[in-house]
């Protein structure tokens, strides 16, 4: 019996591939203004420090572990630690820990964390191939664009089917990236994307496990190995990106092509990232807010008898986890981050740890929490009112949390919280160190000196 083979799709699609392609391939160095090299420079660094961070959690030692079961050459390091490993493993762990915390890059629209899959692809392999750091950074902004610029397209109907948006997308982004740095021509550009256009990654269902930050290390490893390959000849459908049965319209019935094409080369998607400032996921961050600003009006947890929370749907769609058992859980939930904002004034790594999330207080706290579902209000807004003990109700509405594209993190902020993470590992004087590097980066010769910085002196 003949199958009914019919899809709803679009069969008059503009050729996507083929014009990211030659975007990602004869775009010319530093084409873009000096405000933007800036953000990219930014976005390199909040991605390292997040990395150099999370480098001695217990996911980095398994996935370490897991990738020296395979016997690696020493060709890539693994940042904030001495071990060196194959490209692929070094991108992989790597964008593992830079999204170990969540605490890294966030493009608003999407919900895309661009920089994981596509600097961890890229570090690697610039350090093998001795890349300047002028052709990471092209190769950074370029990344992103494709990345964030197929998310634009797809979102939200690919995030509400469960995709793991920074991750399917990612693979892309972190393929052309290193097609870039590879020097590779149209042709072969195109065959990277296609053969990454097979490998999207991850489930929303992984949210609160170590496997959510597996998802961008993945796309970092496969998005490298698809250019690897391709700088080869291995070839894919020149269309593998918009056909009928290509992965955009068979993981959305949502492509708005002109998404992808519209200012190509005028507007860069790494414009509108934003960077956190709180360890957890971004639909929080204006509760978390909020909350902090009761206590700094002088609202106390021990004054509390309950906090009416008013959120968009997504935020407890997203965050709805009401009694999380350990730090990767409490990152999904908005109860503890408003108990952390409350509590402590601030929601960074530490208010995450498994030993902060058991605490009999932060328990209590978190359920004196009521949320409640208020589409009327914005997806990055919350509406909190502490009611107390004596029948005071103390109000605070967050329109734009800080660490928003209104309310943007200065470079400041972005290194004070860079020395949160990393002095513990680098030391304070070496992550100083680092952190020059990073914002040199445009004008270093090679990788190296910064990769240095990023790891223990012995």
């Known amino acids: 019996m003949a199958r009914n083979t019919q899809v709803s799709a679009d069969h008059n699609a503009p050729p996507i591939t083929q014009i990211l392609a030659q975007f990602v391939s004869t775009h010319p160095s530093r084409g873009w203004s000096d405000a933007l090299d800036l953000e990219a420079h930014r976005t390199w660094m909040n991605w390292l420090g997040c990395a150099v961070g999370a480098t001695q959690h217990e996911a980095a030692d398994a996935a370490l572990a897991a990738v020296q079961m395979l016997q690696p050459a020493p060709q890539a390091s693994v940042l904030g630690r001495l071990e060196k490993v194959d490209m692929a493993s070094a991108a992989l762990i790597n964008g593992i820990t830079s999204h170990t915390f969540d605490f890294d890059d966030t493009h608003l629209k999407t919900i895309i964390h661009p920089a994981g899959p596509v600097a961890s692809a890229l570090l690697a392999l610039a350090e093998h191939t001795g890349s300047s750091g002028r052709e990471v950074i092209d190769a950074l902004v370029l990344g992103i664009d494709v990345a964030c610029r197929v998310g634009n397209a ?145 609202v106390t947890p021990d004054q509390i008898e309950s906090v009416e929370l008013k959120v968009h749907s997504l935020v407890l769609e997203l965050t709805g986890k009401k009694e999380p058992t350990d730090g990767l859980q409490a990152k999904f939930s908005v109860y503890h981050g408003c108990a952390a904002g409350l509590t402590f004034g601030r929601a960074a790594e530490e208010e995450f740890a498994d030993s902060i999330v058991s605490r009999d207080d932060m328990v209590a706290l978190r359920r004196k929490v009521v949320a409640t579902v208020d589409d009327s209000i914005d997806e990055a807004s919350a509406d909190v009112t502490a009611v107390l003990k004596d029948g005071r109700r103390v109000h605070v509405f967050v329109e734009h949390a800080i660490g928003s594209l209104k309310k943007p993190m200065s470079n400041a902020q972005l290194e004070a919280k860079f020395h949160s993470l990393s002095d513990a590992i680098l030391g304070q004087s070496q992550t100083s160190e680092l952190i020059k590097a990073c914002f040199a980066l445009g004008q270093a010769a090679n990788v190296s000196a910064m990769v240095a910085l990023a790891k223990p002196r012995v």
């Open 154 to 298: 797809m979102y939200p109907d690919h995030y509400d089917r469960g995709w793991h948006i920074t991750g399917s997308t990612g693979t892309l982004g972190a393929a052309a990236a290193c097609a870039r740095l590879l020097k590779l021509d149209v042709q072969k550009t195109a065959m990277a994307l296609g053969i990454a256009a097979s490998q999207p990654i991850g489930m929303r269902e992984q949210f609160g496990t170590m496997t959510k930050p597996f998802h961008p290390g993945a796309a970092a490893r496969a998005g490298l190995m698809s250019a690897l390959l391709a700088s080869q000849g291995y070839t894919a459908s020149p269309k593998a990106l918009e056909a009928p049965r290509g992965m955009m319209q068979t993981i959305s019935t949502k492509n708005d092509w002109n998404e992808i094409t519209g200012e190509l080369g005028q507007r860069f998607e790494i414009a509108f990232n934003s960077y956190k400032p709180f360890a957890c996921g971004i639909v929080i961050h204006p509760s978390i807010d909020a909350c902090a600003q009761l206590r700094g009006q002088g």
